[in-house]
Every structure is written in C-alpha cells, then in structure tokens.
C-alpha cells in the first residue's frame, strides 16, 4: 500500500514539474532603456543572433528573406528572433511574441506560456491596448484596424500588436532601432 502511494505521488510531482517548467520562460521589456531580458539573457540593439543561439540554443526553424536566415523561431517557447536585411554584423532586429498563431510562418506556432513584464506591468493576451499604453512607457500607441503601433520616433523601443477583430492579441513584436 505504502508503495502505491509512493509511486502515485512520484507520479503526481512528476507531472507538476513538467506544467511548472513549461511556464517558466519570463521576459522583461524596459523600453526607455531599450532591453528585453528573456530569463537571464540581455538583449539590446547591439546583440547579433550568434548570441541568442548560443545562450538559448538552436531554434526550432530559421525561415529565409531574400535568400539569408531573417527568421530564428523557437516554436515551443512562443517566440522568434528576426534580424535585418543588409545587417552584416547579423544584430538581432526584432522579438516577437506568439499567443494565437495565426498560419504566419515568421511566428511561433505555439502560444507563449511564460510571463510578459512591460516595465512593470504583466501582459497577458486578455489585455487591451490602452491598459498597455497607459501602463507601460510607450509614449503613444496608434492602432489602425486591428494593427497597433507605437510612435517610432519616440524614445525607447519600438512596438506592433497584431489583435483578433475581438480585441485579443495575436502577436507582440517588439523592435531595436538601428
């Protein structure tokens, strides 16, 4: 009997590990200091690609522009990687967030499920523009239809939020300025 219990307990912890790491991806955007922190790793206008893999390893899929790897997607975590056309030094231009794929092969196809911190302010799909913009420190947030966009010539990161036509967030891209 004892023995029962054990396993069924080794069981049930093995199964809480396996939710509980699944969610432990974090990402922190500053945006007046333009850096996004994915777990411990910093990520700034100047880091290149090489560096994402190594600390993060191999994405899932890498998709090609013109001929170049543009797309570094890590499909399981809910996130890509994008860098730059004509960008000789590979810097990493863009990071996009998946919370609905939406048959858009540049994104994740698989749903971000860690946790999304906008200088101080968690985000979750459910949010709506104006809780981000009046929470966070993006200077103004314009949305035309169901694409949203902060100023790009305002200070800090930049940012697009691609939403349903209900008001939930398809995507978070969130972008260094050369």
């Given at each position: 009997?004892?023995?029962?219990?054990?396993?069924?307990?080794?069981?049930?912890?093995?199964?809480?590990?396996?939710?509980?790491?699944?969610?432990?991806?974090?990402?922190?955007?500053?945006?007046?200091?333009?850096?996004?922190?994915?777990?411990?790793?910093?990520?700034?206008?100047?880091?290149?690609?090489?560096?994402?893999?190594?600390?993060?390893?191999?994405p899932e899929?890498?998709?090609?522009?013109?001929?170049?790897?543009?797309?570094?997607?890590?499909?399981?975590?809910?996130?890509?990687?994008?860098?730059?056309?004509?960008?000789?030094?590979?810097?990493?231009?863009?990071?996009?967030?998946?919370?609905?794929?939406?048959?858009?092969?540049?994104?994740?196809?698989?749903?971000?499920?860690?946790?999304?911190?906008?200088?101080?302010?968690?985000?979750?799909?459910?949010?709506?523009?104006?809780?981000?913009?009046?929470?966070?420190?993006?200077?103004?947030?314009?949305?035309?239809?169901?694409?949203?966009?902060?100023?790009?010539?305002?200070?800090?990161?930049?940012?697009?939020?691609?939403?349903?036509e209900s008001?939930?967030?398809?995507?978070?891209?969130?972008?260094?300025?050369?």
């Amino acid at each position: 009997m004892h023995l029962e219990k054990a396993f069924i307990a080794c069981i049930v912890m093995s199964l809480f590990t396996n939710v509980f790491a699944q969610n432990t991806e974090s990402i922190k955007v500053n945006v007046l200091k333009e850096e996004v922190v994915i777990n411990k790793m910093v990520i700034t206008k100047k880091t290149t690609i090489d560096e994402v893999i190594k600390a993060m390893g191999k994405p899932e899929r890498i998709e090609k522009f013109a001929g170049k790897d543009r797309k570094y997607i890590y499909d399981s975590k809910g996130y890509a990687f994008s860098t730059a056309p004509n960008n000789p030094k590979n810097l990493v231009e863009s990071l996009t967030i998946t919370y609905t794929y939406d048959n858009d092969k540049n994104v994740a196809k698989e749903k971000f499920r860690g946790t999304l911190m906008i200088d101080n302010f968690m985000v979750t799909e459910k949010n709506t523009i104006k809780e981000i913009a009046d929470k966070t420190d993006f200077e103004k947030i314009e949305c035309f239809g169901t694409m949203c966009a902060s100023d790009p010539k305002a200070k800090g990161i930049v940012t697009m939020i691609g939403m349903t036509e209900s008001g939930d967030i398809l995507q978070i891209v969130f972008g260094f300025k050369p």
